[in-house]
């Protein structure tokens, strides 16, 4: 997990009190002191891939250390409604603190007026289906452009979003693309919709993913103020920031992971 220079400096300002020219003359900010915890936050994860392994490293386990880099934070994984359905696998899920990415469960984590609790962290993959057999072969294409709905959430609770970017997530796998209009891509929009579960055609070694580091940069919270009514433009306004924060993520960062030659591409 690598912290974004803008997270870092944003930590510092809010738990300290600093202003930027005070953060400058503290020569702290290389220390990263983690973030508030009287306050929720959604973490937008980007891409899927098929997966999500640097979500489940970095957010549903303790692999990379996550209580020590941001303490007092308690991490859930809004997950698929769909998974909680299939035996074993639910309970794989909830060991691991996953919740269900359906809008009441959401909010009521999110809202501490109706949870009570603040320093949720809750990892929202907004890219979904569409991104997860639609990525693949190294391409970084995030399915973000007709997504509205974590934004009014976000404004509907006070809640920070964080961007958030995967690179080698989408390497893990190869992936048999089947473009829109195509037969089997029909195929695969149909199940969805009947079953809520993605089907796909993929190959690594086995049943194993291809042994690639993934990197995952978190940016720094995007603060928002609770409306309990947003109106369209205030949630576009929001939604316009937060691309902009993971535009700036990823020209920054892609060049130190294998992704110089490449374009952010938003669907």
Known sequence: MILSDELVDYSHRV???????ELTKSGDACKFPGLPT??????????HGLFCWGAAACFA??????????????????ILPSTFKMPLLRELMLSLGSISANYDEMRYRLDST?????????????????????GGSGRFTLYINR???????ALQTGTSL?????????????????????FFRRIQDYLYLRLGIP????????????????????GAPIPTERISNPTRDQVAELKAR??????NLFNQYKKYFGFGAEELELI
Do not use: W
């Open 15 to 21: 738990q300290n009190h600093l202003t930027d020219s």
């Open 38 to 47: 009287d306050r929720n936050y959604i973490l937008g994860y980007h891409p």
């Open 61 to 78: 386990t303790e692999s990379v250390g996550f209580s020590k880099i941001f303490p007092g934070l308690n991490p859930s994984c809004a």
């Open 114 to 134: 109706l949870s009570g609790e603040t320093g949720n962290l809750t990892v929202l993959v907004i890219g979904g289906m569409n991104e997860m057999v639609g």
């Open 147 to 153: 997504r509205y709905g974590f934004c009014k959430l």
């Open 162 to 182: 964080i961007p958030c970017l995967s690179f080698g997530d989408t390497k893990t796998y190869g992936l048999y693309i089947a473009r829109r209009g195509t």
């Open 199 to 218: 089907f796909f055609l993929c190959y690594g070694i086995g049943l194993a993913p291809f042994r690639t580091p993934i990197y995952v940069v978190v």
């Open 242 to 247: 937060y691309v902009e924060s993971l535009r």
